[in-house]
């Protein structure tokens, strides 16, 4: 998964050498932008549960759906919860690296829609699965969210549907995979987001594209597919 994160990466840089209008932003405008903004609430939360500890007890998804009355606020705080400075850098640079290319192209609000509504999909899928399988386990961080944007940028931006495959078999084998090794990796969370990313992404090609992405996609479908 990594190797396709990385992969925006250059599609980023082809990107800001190839036009002003591609992937580069001022200064000014970074500051305008809701992937900064995203970046400074995951750390602002950090940073105030290094300061609290016992702050992190009401913002993970622990057992929602067992709660009364359901506690649904989780659902979302919980996206914006890291429990380590490696977990939460990890995610940080999945938000920079794929933020700031799908946010060239979509409004502020779909992009916000995007990324809170795959991420409340992943928690919630998590949610209702360890309640019936493994109760106790906590849910929490934005990796859900970023395998939403994946999926999005994965249906939109790669033009060839052997690509999409291709890419999408290898996201979720490596996802996979990493389970083997890294223990307590959320795959529930991680494997909705992805597939949530991936639906509103068609829904969104089918029925909402706009001039802003029309031109956009124009321009740099075909370097995507090139990277890849």
């Known amino acids: 998964m990594a190797r396709i994160i990385c992969a925006f990466v250059e599609i980023g840089k082809s990107m800001e050498s190839k036009s002003a209008t ?4 001022s200064i000014k405008e970074i500051f305008k932008t809701l992937t900064f903004w995203l970046v400074l609430i995951n750390i602002a939360v950090f940073i105030a549960i290094l300061i609290n500890p016992n702050l992190i007890r009401y913002l993970w998804n622990y057992n ?5 009355p359901i506690e649904i606020w989780r659902f979302v705080t919980s996206i914006f919860t890291h429990v380590s400075l490696s977990h939460l850098t990890s995610n940080l640079f999945g938000i920079i690296c794929l933020g700031y290319v799908i946010e060239k192209y979509l409004t502020k609000t779909e992009y916000l829609f995007l990324y809170l509504g795959t991420g409340i999909i992943t928690e919630i899928a998590s949610s209702i699965y360890h309640a019936l399988f493994s109760p106790h386990i906590v849910g929490l961080g934005a990796s859900g969210a970023i ?4 999926g999005f940028a994965i249906t939109t931006l790669i033009d060839d549907k052997k690509d999409k495959i291709k890419i999408l078999f290898e996201v979720i084998v490596s996802s996979a995979a990493v389970n083997l090794f890294v223990p307590n990796i959320d795959n529930i969370a991680h494997f909705s987001g992805l597939f949530s990313g991936l639906v509103f992404g068609f829904i969104f090609m089918k029925y909402c594209k706009h001039e802003k992405m029309n031109n956009f996609l124009k321009d740099y479908t075909f370097e995507i597919r090139s990277e890849l």
Request: glycine share 16%.
């Open 22 to 25: 591609g992937i580069s932003y």
């Open 64 to 68: 929602v759906v067992y709660n009364s």
């Open 147 to 150: 395998c939403g944007l994946m």
